[in-house]
């Protein structure tokens, strides 16, 4: 239980790290591929973003869905990518190679859909070599390029702002 707490404060302090290296790239090129991170305890009809993509013209080839749950136990059926804290080793160390492929993708547009404060799926969002990231209203606004301050709840609300915007940026 010690050490837990001491594992959580090593990556607390390993995101704060990174958060204050990360530089904001600016550039004008269209998104051709998405990348969601979604907590599947908060949200779980995964469907939804596959319909977002298709209201970005993204192909469903350049998608990519990963789901993340606090609950080491519970396996997630419905989807194949499913990642929790014990993927996490000391000071942010990634001990999946799935999820470290994700990371290191270069998405054009990354997805953080979630509201709790967990400093494990921070650090995928953190971790992600994604040229833009969009996500919900979270109390770390370094996370992301661009918040859209709605809930996990308003889906359509979110799908609908998030094209607004990238429209404006000339993105899509």
């Known amino acids: 239980m ?10 607390k302090k390993y995101l704060n790290k990174l958060l204050s290296k990360r530089e904001i790239e600016i550039n004008d090129n269209k998104v051709e591929s998405l990348g969601v991170i979604v907590n599947i305890d908060e949200f779980d009809d995964l ?9 970005l013209n993204i192909r469903s080839n350049r998608l990519k869905i990963i789901t993340f749950t606090e609950n080491e136990k519970e396996q997630v059926l419905s989807w194949d990518s499913c990642f929790n804290p014990s993927d ?9 190679v ?3 492929g994700f990371l290191n993708k270069n998405f054009d547009l990354l997805i953080s859909f979630y509201e709790k404060d967990i400093t494990e799926i921070k650090l995928i969002t953190a971790l992600s070599q994604s040229k833009f990231k969009i996500g919900v209203f979270q109390p770390d606004e370094r996370l992301n390029d661009l918040i859209i301050k709605t809930s996990t709840k308003e889906i359509n609300l979110f799908k609908d702002e998030v094209v607004k915007y990238l429209t404006i940026l000339n993105k899509i």
């Open 47 to 55: 469907d939804k973003f596959v319909n977002f993509s298709e209201a």
């Open 98 to 100: 799935e999820l470290s």
């Open 2 to 11: 010690i050490l837990q707490g001491f594992k959580e404060k090593s990556n």
């Open 88 to 96: 996490f080793g000391w000071k942010g160390a990634v001990k999946n």
